[in-house]
């Protein structure tokens, strides 16, 4: 094995990669990269067994193909240390990678190729293309509802569906629920898969770049996703995902049309004196006016009020304040739409434009 590459080009894609490396005393490989040369391309490894990221770089000049691993802590610290533009030969001899670039040399130790735990095989049963800027749009607006340690493991994540050529992602941790949805141009397969909290988390981070064309595959057990010369993979969640149409409004009523800004600044005011544990904010609307309450274990009150274009029934609801915080956060239109669903158990929210995200939230007990 042996290969002559940019420093610059090697430490871009080394960061990366670099994060899914851990420290694992019972399983060291896990601290390596696995580097792989075969057909003209540099295949650069990194796993947590949970994800994967193989980042994959054109090589022009002679090479001998082969592979092996060796740290990915050391190798991207002696690469930032050299010159940017340098050329970095890397030669496998007698189990050991030697490193030359102009006036500096090392030697490292590897572990076999054969003992990397990666996901070479990988057969899917769907597969489809989304622009990168949608995908991102679609998580940003949900992902902030997922479960975190939940002990019911499958909320711990975020369900990805096709139905109907519509994609929806899903996000709930039982107390509020948040979902976005595109439609597809092209007609493929259904499917419903529970992507874990980190992978999610690590697709977010990938997605951080300028729009590209995605393409997504749809394992049993794994979901790839192409991102310009990265490949990324996750394992995913076992279980069957709440009916979350269950909560969704089937036909809401009218709604009632509140500014964003002013609901956001009145229940901030008023959250500095909610209850510590459970968060209470009373939210009455009646005659034109809706007013924010809290009160908390101090026997301390703040409340809070503006007008609104509402003059049906009194409505009178307790809410998480930093749930709904949560949701208007996610919304950029300048009013929301605001539904009570007819139980009083839980309200509506979506952005005035009707689009494609909508959120519930479980209301307190009065």
Do not use: W
Not at 156 to 174: C, I, P, Q, W, Y
Request: proline content about 3%.
């Amino acid at each position: 094995m042996k290969f002559i590459i940019k420093n610059n080009i090697l430490v871009e894609n080394l960061k990366k990669i670099i994060r899914l490396l851990v420290k694992n005393t019972s399983l060291p490989i896990l601290e390596n990269i696995l580097i792989e040369i075969k057909k003209n391309i540099l295949f650069l490894t990194t796993t947590n067994l949970e994800n994967e990221i193989i980042a994959n770089i054109q090589i022009f000049k002679e090479h001998i193909p082969g592979k092996t691993t060796i740290s990915g802590k050391k190798i991207l610290n002696i690469c930032k240390n050299l010159p940017a533009k340098s050329d970095i030969q890397m030669q496998l001899k007698n189990n050991k990678m030697y490193i030359y670039s102009e006036n500096s040399s090392y030697i490292l130790s590897t572990l076999p190729a054969e003992t990397f735990p990666n996901h070479q095989d990988f057969d899917h049963t769907s597969s489809f293309y989304i622009s990168s800027d949608t995908l991102k749009h679609m998580i940003v607006q949900t992902e902030f509802a997922m479960g975190k340690q939940d002990v019911r493991y499958y909320l711990n994540g975020m369900l990805f569906e096709n139905k109907e050529n519509h994609f929806r992602s899903v996000a709930t941790d039982g107390y509020r629920l948040a979902t976005s949805y595109t439609s597809l141009q092209e007609s493929i397969n259904s499917f419903s898969i529970i992507v874990p909290n980190k992978g999610v988390m690590e697709i977010l981070r990938l997605l951080n770049i300028k729009e590209t064309l995605l393409h997504i595959l749809i394992g049993t057990n794994h979901l790839r996703i192409y991102i310009n010369n990265l490949i990324f993979t996750t394992q995913l969640i076992e279980g069957k995902y709440p009916d979350y149409n269950s909560v969704l409004l089937e036909r809401p009523k009218k709604p009632i049309v509140i500014n964003n800004h002013l609901l956001k600044q009145s229940l901030l005011r008023t959250a500095i004196l909610s209850h510590e544990k459970f968060s209470g904010i009373e939210i009455i609307i009646k005659n034109g006016e809706l007013k924010t309450v809290s009160d908390n274990q101090e026997e301390e009150t703040a409340q809070d009020k503006f007008n609104v274009e509402y003059f049906d029934n009194t409505i009178e609801i307790s809410i998480n304040v930093y749930y709904i915080l949560d949701v208007l956060n996610n919304i950029n239109t300048k009013n929301i739409l605001f539904f009570l669903n007819e139980s009083q158990t839980s309200i509506q929210i979506e952005p005035e434009n009707r689009s494609s995200t909508v959120y519930v939230i479980m209301l307190l007990k009065r």
